[in-house]
């Protein structure tokens, strides 16, 4: 029996910045599930985060069919329904927050989804709480360093309630204890997510699956999902079994 839902179905999607010569996203084709977690690991510039904000309706492909939750979506209105049940961790920290204070900046996206101000506030504080920021709320984000930027973008995508995440390279600026503690958090989520990361080791500790980006396209990496094994376990190719 399969009960997995559809979550994102990508067929023939291509995608050309204005003025450049070649496509970034050339005729993909995507699928993914309820309860699925997947990593893509790609060199810079291949077209991954364009690919992340192709799925949010923020670039427009210039051919290709998008469904999301089943459903095709193409207009701006489409999107503004995907968008309250996908939240996307922008590469770019300071594309995601623009509140003076954290707890403004976490409360911004459940108030805007029409929760009381008593509601957001709660739902924000539960959220800092759950990473570890609860000291963090009346901190000025601007002046926030750039791990705890990388983790407050996080709270504000949380905070929203998505059933999906789209994290693009959550891992950058983060040290080693705080990376854990991400690892965790992701482990703890019961959310379908897919992850851009170029660390191996945190792919591997976060997403099952691995795929990676090629000529504009997506493909399922078995080789480079063997060669993270033997990065994490000291088996290496050997057979070994996992608990
Ligand atoms: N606004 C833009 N206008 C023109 N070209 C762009 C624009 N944004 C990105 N590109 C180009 O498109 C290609 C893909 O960019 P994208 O940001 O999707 O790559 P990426 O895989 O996310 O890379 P990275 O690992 O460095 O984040 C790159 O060659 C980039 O220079
Ligand atoms: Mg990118």
Redesign the pocket.
Same mark, same amino acid.
């Not at 790609?42 to 690919?51: E, Q, V």
């Given at each position: 029996m399969n009960n997995k839902q559809q979550i994102i179905n990508l067929e023939g999607i291509t995608f050309r910045?204005p003025g450049?010569r070649e496509n970034?996203i050339d005729n993909l084709d995507l699928k993914f599930f309820s309860g699925s977690r997947i990593g893509l690991i790609?060199?810079? #510039?291949? #077209?991954?985060?364009?690919?992340f904000h192709i799925i949010m309706g923020l670039l427009k492909p210039d051919a290709g069919r998008i469904e999301i939750f089943g459903q095709p979506v193409s207009r701006e209105k489409d999107f503004e329904k995907v968008r309250r049940r996908i939240g996307l961790l922008f590469?770019d920290a300071d594309d995601q927050l623009f509140s003076p204070t954290v707890l403004e900046d976490v409360a911004f996206g459940p108030l805007n989804l029409g929760k009381s101000k008593e509601e957001a506030i709660d739902i924000s504080r539960k959220t800092l709480a759950f990473l570890g920021l609860s000291d963090f709320e009346e901190r000025i984000t601007f002046k926030l360093s750039g791990g705890e930027k990388r983790l407050v973008s996080l709270a504000t995508v949380l905070s929203m309630e998505p059933e999906v995440l789209l994290l693009d390279?959550p891992t950058t600026g983060l040290d080693n204890h705080t990376r854990e503690k991400l690892i965790e958090a992701l482990n703890s989520l019961d959310l379908a997510y897919i992850v851009?990361s170029h660390e191996y080791d945190f792919v591997n500790a976060v997403a099952p699956e691995i795929y990676k980006?090629e000529n504009g396209q997506i493909f399922h990496d078995e080789e480079l999902q063997i060669h993270i094994h033997e990065h994490v376990h000291r088996y290496g190719r050997e057979p070994h079994k996992h608990g």
């Open positions: 910045y450049a970034v790609a060199p810079n #510039g291949s #077209g991954k985060t364009t690919l590469q390279e851009i980006m």
